[in-house]
C-alpha cells in the first residue's frame, strides 16, 4: 500500500521508529474510512484504543495517546471537537481541511476547495502569505438549526 509506506517515510523523516504500534495505527487511521459503523474518515478515541487493543494485547493505553499526538504533530491527524466529544480525521495529504461544525446538532461537514481557494487568495492578499496550509473548523448552526 503506497500511502502507509508514505507515511512510514515520514515518521522515519522525523526520527520517530517504526514500531508495530505506529505501524497499526497508521494502518488503521488510513483504512478507517471503510470501516462499518465510522462515520466517514471520523476515528473516535475509542474505536483506536479498541482495534489496539485487540490487534496488540495488552498494549499501553498511555503509548496509543502519546502516539495520537504525535501524528497530530505531523499532521497525518487532526483533532476536531464537537459539543459530543471529540474526533480525528486524516488529513496527511489533503489539500483542504476546513470543516463546518453546528453548535447545535453537531453536525460536522468537510468544507470544499473553493472556499478554501478563496481563503488561501485573501491571505495572500492581505497578508502576502502564501503556500498556507490550512486546518481551520468554523463553529456556527447549520441552515437546519437556523439562527
Ligand atoms: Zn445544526
Known amino acids: 500500500m503506497k500511502k502507509h509506506k508514505d507515511l512510514l517515510q515520514v515518521l522515519k523523516a522525523n526520527n520517530m521508529r517504526i514500531t508495530p504500534a505506529r505501524r497499526f ?4 487511521i488510513l483504512d478507517s474510512k ?6 466517514t474518515g471520523q476515528i473516535t478515541l475509542k474505536s483506536i484504543t479498541r482495534f489496539m487493543e485487540k490487534i496488540l494485547p495488552g498494549v499501553n493505553r498511555s503509548s496509543i495517546y502519546r502516539n495520537i499526538e504525535a501524528f497530530k504533530k505531523l499532521d497525518i491527524i487532526q483533532e476536531i471537537s464537537l459539543p459530543s466529544g471529540s474526533f480525528f480525521q486524516y488529513v496527511f495529504d489533503c489539500k483542504v481541511h476546513h470543516f463546518y461544525i453546528c453548535k447545535s446538532c453537531g453536525k ?4 470544499n476547495e473553493k472556499l478554501f481557494n478563496k481563503i488561501e487568495a485573501a491571505l495572500k492578499d492581505i497578508h502576502g502569505f502564501a503556500k498556507a496550509n490550512l486546518s481551520i473548523v468554523f463553529y456556527g448552526y447549520c441552515s437546519k438549526c437556523g439562527h
Do not use: D, R, W, Y
Not at 25 to 28: D, K, S, T, V, Y
Not at 34 to 39: E, L, Q, R, V
Not at 108 to 111: F, H, I, K, L
Open 108 to 111: 460536522a461537514s468537510v468544507g
Open 25 to 28: 495505527l497508521l494502518q488503521f
Open 34 to 39: 471503510k470501516h462499518a459503523g465510522i462515520k
